[in-house]
């Protein structure tokens, strides 16, 4: 049964490429102990990065439940049509958090390509908003938190700012962290290092992961 008393769960890693956000978030995944980790594997990187075979039609989605682990590419079910994908593994995600217990975790990488400020596709909406009801949780890396729309990032919890190359996109980041790091600290961080922020403990953590 949903749990409809939890708070809005999600976390959104910014940084530049090479910063550490993409090894925070696969170690995130590798090491929490959950029912499921769903990955939007488009380009193949998580597949390459992570040594897993990835699944490339619906049964094969439905095979992977087993490893705990579903890395979906989509160019055999959905050659050429990227988006209309992404919003396919959205909806299926949540379809199968709805049936199973336990804690579960979807992955999109560079979030910004799939939304804008202005609308967010109704199937993403789905993971980001209601996804905690079924316990999906939704972990969000990105180089240009600025163009996340405000919808996703009111419902995330947890922001995790590593390095960033663009003003705008630091400039979002220290707004996201609420007053809890600054654009000096941000623009200043070694590659490797992050500041992360708990939006409504307060509570900081500073650290690095190479």
């Known amino acids: ?3 409809h008393t939890l708070p809005p769960a999600g976390t959104v890693i ?13 170690r995130y995944l590798s090491k ?14 998580a597949a390459t990065r992570l040594g897993i075979t990835p699944a490339r039609t ?7 439940l087993a490893s705990r682990w579903v890395l979906f590419n989509p160019h055999t079910m959905f050659a050429g049509d990227t988006r209309n994908a992404f919003r396919w593994f959205c909806q ?9 217990p336990g804690k579960k975790l979807l992955l999109i990488d560079e979030v910004w390509q799939w939304q804008n400020n202005q609308q967010i596709p109704r199937e993403l909406a789905l993971c980001t908003q209601t996804g905690r009801e ?25 922001i995790i700012i590593f390095r960033t190359d663009e003003d705008l996109a630091t400039a979002r980041a220290v707004e996201l962290a609420k007053g809890l790091t600054t654009k000096e600290e941000v623009e200043n961080l070694p590659l490797g290092s992050f500041v992360a922020v708990n939006r409504i403990s307060r509570g900081v953590l500073r650290g690095l992961v190479f």
């Open 1 to 3: 049964m949903a749990d």
């Open 32 to 45: 929490s102990q959950v029912a499921c980790r769903f990955i939007f594997d488009d380009l193949g990187r």
């Open 92 to 100: 299926w995600c949540y379809n199968v958090s709805k049936g199973g």
């Open 14 to 26: 910014v940084g530049m490429t090479g910063s550490g956000k993409s090894e925070l978030a696969y």
């Open 58 to 64: 619906e049964a094969q989605c439905i095979a992977a």
């Open 134 to 158: 079924e316990n999906l949780e939704t972990v969000l890396a990105t180089q240009l938190p600025h163009k996340i729309n405000a919808s996703i990032t009111g419902q995330s919890t947890e």
